[in-house]
């Protein structure tokens, strides 16, 4: 049997040793950190996990903001490890204000740990990172992000929110694959991680990471490194960089922009204001009387739309806009294709003035 002609997608050249400390150090340039970062090889939830698994320890009090299943996930691994959690929930869809967060901290003086989602792909919103970050400061908190779904679309400055612990992958804005993530680390951080009961011998032990990789010289990962998943995030790096950070941040608001500016002009409310509301993902307001999966039964090819998840998932239908589909093509092809199922359910909709917005907002708001 003839041999089979070399396939680009499996005969890759092994990736180099030192390309991960090259990577590593591209990231935190991405995060704005002068921390450790370590390269964790599974989708970002593997990453999030670790962090709940090291960080969490008996008696551990900790404040946990959910606004989605993500932050309820983080939450029960907290509390898994023997943690003390404090649930802040906001209503459903919407980001968390200030006052609960305020009121949660000022009722457990105690704590010493607050996790944050950035922002929600689930429902397109963006919590008040900023803030929150400074109440947890002034109080000595230890902060732990999950970014997943903002970083690369929103401006994340970690050092200078004082950020102790990022999360973040490259599957959205960044425009890369989902089998690796990054989470950042701080000294803070790490003598947190440092406790008696820390876990070992595992892919969800930070201080594993630490001994196996950094305290080696950031050579060779451990175990057998994806190859192709590290050539992947390489080049979504060099794509990132020639488009430079702050311009992937302004084609996402752009994006975002446009996008609100075609429902409104198609007779859709935005789910949330401008100022609640993510980069990457633009929720639309149905009608009481249409659930999401009405209206995505009658979508043709549009895997832009989706419904959104949790208890709000049949009140909303999400438009993304992420990484490549950041642009004028897709955004306009999103409103469209809502517009037309919209009709095909006898709604009263006008597509041609939302595409008329979505024109108008990429002819006036041209990202440099």
């Known amino acids: 049997m003839p041999i089979p002609a070399p396939n680009p997608l499996l005969d890759l050249p092994p990736f180099p040793a030192e390309g991960y400390a090259d990577i590593a150090d591209r990231l935190a340039a991405v995060l704005g950190t002068n921390n450790d970062v370590l390269l964790v090889q599974g989708e970002a939830i593997v990453a999030l996990e670790a962090v709940a698994t090291s960080l969490a320890q008996p008696g551990l009090g900790a404040i946990n903001i959910v606004t989605s299943p993500y932050g309820r996930m983080f939450g029960g691994w907290l509390r898994s490890a023997g943690a003390k959690v404090t649930d802040v ?131 060779a990962l451990p175990g057998m490194p994806s190859a192709l998943e590290f050539w992947a995030l390489r080049a979504a790096l060099d794509r990132v960089e020639a488009e430079g950070l702050p311009a992937l941040i302004a084609r996402h608001a752009q994006a975002a922009e446009a ?21 990457l993902v633009t929720s639309a307001r149905l009608p009481d009387h249409l659930a999401a999966s009405q209206v995505l039964a009658a979508v043709h090819n549009s895997p832009g739309l989706s419904a959104g998840v949790g208890g709000i998932a049949e009140r909303l239908v999400r438009l993304n806009h992420t990484g490549a589909g950041a642009g004028f093509e897709q955004v306009l092809a999103n409103g469209v294709a809502l517009g037309s199922a919209l009709a095909s359910l006898g709604e009263q909709v006008d597509i041609g003035a939302s595409a008329e917005a979505v024109a108008d907002a990429y002819r006036v708001n041209r990202t440099p």
């Open 89 to 219: 929930i906001a209503k459903p869809g919407l980001p968390v204000t200030l006052d609960a967060v305020r009121s949660a901290l000022d009722a457990n003086p105690a704590a010493r740990l607050l996790a944050l989602v950035h922002a929600e792909s689930a429902s397109g919103i963006l919590n008040p990172l900023e803030q929150i970050a400074a109440l947890a400061r002034e109080r000595g908190i230890l902060t732990v992000i999950d970014a997943v779904a903002s970083v690369g679309g929103h401006t994340l400055d970690t050092d200078a929110l004082g950020l102790d612990v990022v999360v973040i992958g490259p599957q959205k804005s960044l425009g890369g694959s989902p089998g690796l993530s990054a989470i950042s680390v701080s000294p803070a951080a790490w003598k947190l991680a440092g406790h008696a009961a820390a876990p070992a011998g595992s892919i969800l032990s930070l201080l594993d990471h630490r001994r196996l990789w950094l305290d080696t010289g950031r050579g």
């Open 259 to 279: 996008t609100r500016s075609g429902l409104v002009a198609l007779g859709l409310k935005p789910w949330v204001a401008p100022g609640d509301a993510s980069n």
